[in-house]
């Protein structure tokens, strides 16, 4: 599935409602959605979870922020801050959160004339800029896929999948993870419920599910179409 990507420039607040506005009957159609504010200072990356909360923007940006490696910040929805809160208004309640590094008031620059381009480092502004582009791969990898071979585990080894990949640490953990994608390929699983159950990095089960895809071993489950999990193959 391709998603198509919009992103608003507008003033706080009074442009994301007046947005809402103009969009009403069309608003529901936002699947994913981040504000972006404060990103370029040496904050940690702080997450402002949208206020359903478990969304799958929700879910992917806790993946990236638990991947990178680096300090972060999770912090629940709470009806205060940037336009965030406007999108999560109950009358849209859309899945929207903030990805930021220090929120607002916590860093004595906010809203004082401190608070200019020599607080912004180009070193944190790519270091935001990643974990927004990592966001959107993961979003855009997200499938869910059918087994095509789902009563007992199939004969890797002759379709020379065992040993694939890398060195010996690096092929088992490959292996684990293609187990676990053909046991949860079943159509109601996406790449990131495996990953999350797993424990393996989502780019790991993505590798391990375009491997088994190459193999016929998978198909790719779309909303139209029946699974095939039980069916004779």
């Not at 909360?53 to 990178?68: F, M, W, Y």
């Not at 972060?72 to 309640?93: A, L, M, T, V």
């Not at 071979?149 to 379709?159: A, D, F, T």
């Not at 993870?177 to 159509?187: E, F, I, K, T, Y």
Request: glycine share 8%; with cysteine; net charge negative.
């Amino acid at each position: 599935m391709r998603y198509s990507y919009r992103f608003l420039f507008i003033s706080g607040t009074i442009g994301s409602i007046t947005w809402l506005a103009k969009n009403e009957d069309r608003a529901y159609r936002i699947k994913h959605g981040l504000v972006v504010a404060g990103v370029g200072d040496p904050g940690k990356s702080t997450y402002k979870k949208s206020r359903q909360g478990n969304a799958e923007i929700d879910r992917t940006v806790i993946h990236i922020l638990k991947e990178s490696g680096e300090d972060y910040e999770i912090i629940d929805f709470f009806p205060y801050g940037y336009d965030e809160r406007q999108y999560c208004s109950p009358g849209f309640d859309l899945p929207v959160g903030c990805l930021m590094r220090t929120p607002h008031s916590r860093y004595p620059e906010y809203h004082t004339s401190a608070d200019n381009l020599d607080f912004v480092g180009p070193k944190f502004l790519e270091n935001s800029f990643s974990k927004y582009l990592a966001v959107v791969n993961i979003i855009e990898a997200n499938k869910r896929y059918i087994n095509q071979n789902p009563k007992c585990e199939p004969q890797l080894g002759k379709r020379g999948l065992y040993g694939a990949i890398g060195d010996q640490k690096n092929s088992a953990i490959s292996q684990l993870a293609m187990l676990w994608v053909l046991n949860l390929c079943d159509g109601d699983h996406t790449l990131l419920d495996i990953s999350e159950r797993s424990g393996l990095a989502f780019d790991t089960i993505k590798n391990a599910a375009d491997m088994l895809l190459e193999h016929d071993l998978l198909e790719e489950w779309l909303p139209s179409s029946s699974p095939s999990i039980g069916n004779p193959t």
